[in-house]
């Protein structure tokens, strides 16, 4: 099925300038960027968008990482688009990342990994929310 999912470009991969390289990648997978902006979050939207993660000990250094910087979020849309973004970011740790995968390419700690991706439909709907409203989503016609 046609889906959408949250993507954010991480501080370490914005910093990298490989913006245009993540996006050739989930373009060439089959997803098109329907809504993007930069935005360089602050301690509460961190703390609130990674809200699931409150209580593991990863948090803190988590939402410092994520307000390090500038992010670009985007909405991907395309068939089983939460699934196939997953395929190509790779594993979350880059050391367990398959070759050729975005986090094997591009990222170098778990923390500083590149890029989220939502991982369920119930979760992408949530995130898309978050960042986004209706009028800001510009689907392929
Ligand atoms: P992300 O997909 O953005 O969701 C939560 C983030 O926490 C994850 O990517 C990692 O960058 C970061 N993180 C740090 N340590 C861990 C860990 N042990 N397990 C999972 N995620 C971690």
Known sequence: AVERTLSIIKPDAVAKNVIGDIISRFEKAGLCVIAARMAHLSQSE????????????????????????????QVLEGE?????NREIMGATNPKEAAPGTIRADFAETIDANAVHGSD??????????FFFSDEQICPRG
């Open 80 to 84: 089983d688009a939460i699934a196939r």
């Open 120 to 129: 369920a439909p119930e979760t992408a709907a949530q995130e898309i929310g």
């Open 46 to 73: 961190a703390e609130q968008f990674y809200a699931v993660h409150r209580e593991r000990p990863f948090f803190g250094e988590l939402v410092g990482f994520m307000t390090s910087g500038p992010v670009l979020v």
